[in-house]
T-cell receptor
Framework: GNSVTQMEGPVTLSEEAFLTINCTYT??????LFWYVQYPGEGLQLLLKATKADDKGSNKGFEATYRKETTSFHLEKGSVQVSDSAVYFCASGGQAGTALIFGKGTTLSVSS | DAGVIQSPRHEVTEMGQEVTLRCKPISGHDYLFWYRQTMMRGLELLIY????????DSGMPEDRFSAKMPNASFSTLKIQPSEPRDSAVYFC????????????FGSGTQLSVL
């Protein structure tokens, strides 16, 4: 079945540093790919998505590109802020008739 | 819209007690999901419903767990009897029209079983 692997955290950065959180997937076919973010004490919310190969999802300065050849969907941001501190989840559409599959989450901590 | 509403926000109970978690999805959404989040296992799908019908419950850990959706605006997740290893954050989420569409999550229920 489909699966998602993302880098383990925590990731600790200083404000304005460059962020990369790696995510790779295994799937039959070409599933939609997502990044969700969870702020402290809240539920997950969609950050960005890409539905086909070479698509780039972007939102709030974050970007991720759907790479079919490397089965990856790495999350990047050029300059992080303290307010970006959260847990980030990569997710893949499941096989036909199945729900989204989430990675285990990566905790990001940004200090000023 | 108020979003997905879960209750209670926190639940502390003793081992062996029955626990009922509640969820009100966003009006008009066709899918409802129950997830469990722990440090060790991350976010696990327990069960999901489509138009109030349970579709996939393969993630439900054991017979102590049950979920119902009596109508389009309400779902429950019940644990009976509860055990300390059930301690986790339980999330309800809903989506419109398709499995791989954007999920809207509730704020979760933090369950502690002593």
């Amino acid at each position: 079945g489909n699966s998602v692997t993302q880098m383990e955290g925590p990731v600790t950065l200083s404000e304005e540093a460059f962020l990369t959180i790696n995510c790779t997937y295994t799937a039959t076919g070409y599933p939609s790919l997502f990044w969700y973010v969870q702020y402290p004490g809240e539920g997950l919310q969609l950050l960005l998505k890409a539905t086909k190969a070479d698509d780039k999802g972007s939102n709030k300065g974050f970007e991720a590109t759907y790479r079919k050849e490397t089965t990856s969907f790495h999350l990047e941001k050029g300059s992080v802020q303290v307010s970006d501190s959260a847990v980030y989840f990569c997710a893949s559409g499941g096989q036909a008739g199945t729900a989204l599959i989430f990675g285990k989450g990566t905790t990001l901590s940004v200090s000023s | 819209d108020a979003g997905v509403i879960q209750s209670p926000r926190h639940e502390v109970t003793e081992m062996g007690q029955e626990v009922t978690l509640r969820c009100k999805p966003i009006s008009g959404h066709d899918y409802l999901f129950w997830y469990r989040q722990t440090m060790m296992r991350g976010l696990e799908l327990l069960i999901y419903f489509n138009n109030n019908v349970p579709i996939d419950d393969s993630g439900m850990p054991e017979d102590r767990f049950s979920a119902k959706m009596p109508n389009a605006s309400f779902s429950t997740l019940k644990i009976q009897p509860s055990e300390p290893r059930d301690s986790a954050v339980y999330f309800c989420a809903s989506s419109f029209a398709a499995l791989n569409e954007k999920l809207f999550f509730g704020s979760g229920t933090q369950l502690s079983v002593l």
